[in-house]
């Protein structure tokens, strides 16, 4: 899985940066979550405005799991 973020600066330039970029081990729906929820916190980003995902159907449920 790769982990990208987008963000824009306090002058307005456009950033992107990859956060993390490692294996799943398991795909299952709790397991990804988790994976996602520990790396958006190892980077300190509680706050996420959108999230983008293949159409994967499992990803739909993940979305909604990160969401709890």
Same mark, same amino acid.
């Given at each position: 899985?790769?982990?990208?973020?987008?963000?824009?600066?306090?002058?307005?330039?456009?950033?992107?940066?990859?956060?993390?970029?490692?294996p799943i081990s398991s795909l299952k729906? @709790? %397991?990804? *979550?988790? +994976?996602?929820?520990?790396?958006?916190? &190892?980077?300190?980003?509680?706050?996420?405005?959108?999230?983008? @995902? %293949?159409? *994967?159907? +499992?990803?739909?449920?993940?979305?909604? &799991?990160?969401?709890?």
């Amino acid at each position: 899985m790769c982990l990208t973020v987008h963000f824009i600066d306090t002058n307005w330039k456009l950033h992107k940066r990859v956060i993390n970029f490692y294996p799943i081990s398991s795909l299952k729906v @709790v %397991d990804m *979550a988790a +994976s996602i929820t520990n790396c958006l916190g &190892e980077w300190g980003l509680a706050t996420v405005f959108s999230i983008t @995902v %293949d159409n *994967a159907s +499992s990803n739909d449920i993940t979305m909604i &799991e990160m969401s709890k």
